[in-house]
Every structure is written in structure tokens, then in C-alpha cells.
């Protein structure tokens, strides 16, 4: 991971929840290279959570070497913004990625009409911005297809991912104030969108069952 930032810790936490709805006794671990941009960094980060026992790895960063450096410890990974198959293909099961088009087509056709358009703005699944790669099932679990694809019906028709029972404690509070969602209940991110809401995530909880270095 990047930063003890909202955006880096709403990603790994959403996908600490997802491989948990499959693997309930998952644990995560995270490790800081505070850049956002550090290739030497994020592989020895990785090959660091190879070394303590992590048998998958995922980052919140942009570069090939997390991917790399899963496959020669090897460890299966999941990659961020990025198809890293072509580079680690005996380690890197899929990534997730931003598709631009939706924003582009709003953009250009509110300057095109002479219409203003937001300053802020987000949209996902349902709206085509968010997209998996490719899976590589030379590699992938039998049935994670399907799981994929059910997975991604939900998070089209508004799954809320940050949903109870949650406890935890805020990122970056030297105090460790107890924080929590209770049953039932639920951290609106899903809820954000362009009429009145912040594309920026929100999300800045450490939950249980991940740990930070």
C-alpha cells in the first residue's frame, strides 16, 4: 500500500471483505512503502509478506514488481489499475481497472451542448467505470468465474461493501478509539456519487482481522 490514506485504505479493506465473503478465517496484512510510485519499494514490500507467510498478494499501487516479485516467491497476486499477467503469468490471477470511457462521453458532451458539468465526480460497476482484467484461468480456483461474475451483479445493483458487523479503529489514531458498524448497518461509499457526493473515498478504518506496518 501507498498512504494510511481514505483511498488506499477503502481499497484494501474492500478487498479484505471480498476474499473474507469466500475465505472466513482470512487475515490480512499491510505493509507501507509511503510513495506512490516506487518499484525497488513496493517488491521488497511484497517479498517481505511472501517471507511471513501471505499466500496472495495485492497492492495498492500502480507498478509491475509487486506482481513480479509474487511470482518468484511463489505466491498468487492480484493486481491494481493494471493487467499484470503478461509480466508475472504464473502468479497474477486478475486486476481491477478504471474505465475512463463513461466520464470522457459526460465530459465532452456537456462542453459539446454548452452545459457545465461536475467538478466532482464518480461513478461504478453499474455505470461501466469499473471493469476487471482478464481472468487467468491457467491459474485461477475452479468456480472463480462464476464467483466473479455474481460478485459483480451485486456490486452493480449497490451492494454496500462497508456493511456491519465491522469494529475496528481509525488509520492514524495514536489513541486506538474503538470505532464500529453494527448489524445491519452500513458505511455509505456506495451511496457517493456525482449529484451532490465526493468521488474521493471516504473509508479510513482499520477493521479487524487486518494488520499495518
Keep these: 500500500a ?3 490514506f481514505a483511498e488506499v485504505v477503502s481499497g484494501y479493506t474492500a478487498f479484505y471483505l471480498g476474499a473474507k465473503s469466500v475465505c472466513p478465517s482470512v487475515t490480512m496484512k499491510v ?6 510510485s516506487n518499484a525497488s519499494e513496493e ?20 507498478n509491475t514488481t509487486p506482481a513480479t516479485a509474487a511470482q518468484d516467491a511463489g505466491v498468487f497476486h492480484c ?3 493494471n493487467d499484470m499477467t503478461g509480466v508475472a503469468p504464473e502468479a497474477s490471477i486478475i486486476s481491477c481497472r478504471v474505465d475512463w470511457t463513461p466520464y470522457f462521453v ?21 455505470d461501466g467505470s469499473v471493469k476487471l482484467t482478464t481472468l487467468n484461468e491457467a491459474i485461477a480456483a475452479p468456480g472463480t468465474a462464476e464467483a466473479l461474475e455474481a460478485a459483480e451483479a451485486q456490486l452493480a445493483d449497490g451492494l454496500h461493501v462497508f456493511a456491519g458487523p465491522l469494529s475496528g479503529h481509525p488509520a492514524q489514531d495514536p489513541d486506538g478509539e474503538v470505532w464500529s458498524i453494527g448489524e445491519g448497518e452500513y458505511f455509505a461509499e456506495s451511496d457517493l456519487s456525482q449529484d451532490g457526493g465526493l468521488s ?14
Design 106 to 126: 459526460y465530459a465532452i458532451s456537456a462542453v459539446a451542448n454548452g452545459e457545465t458539468f461536475a467538478q466532482d465526480w464518480t461513478a461504478g460497476y453499474a
Design 43 to 62: 517488491a521488497a514490500a511484497a517479498s517481505a509478506l511472501a517471507d511471513e507467510g501471505c499466500v496472495l498478494i495485492s497492492q495498492h499501487s500502480d
Design 200 to 213: 474521493a473515498p471516504q473509508f479510513c478504518y482499520i477493521i479487524d482481522g487486518i494488520t499495518e506496518e
Design 2 to 4: 501507498a498512504f494510511p
Design 31 to 36: 505493509k507501507y512503502v509511503n510513495s506512490w
Design 79 to 81: 493486481g491494481y489499475n
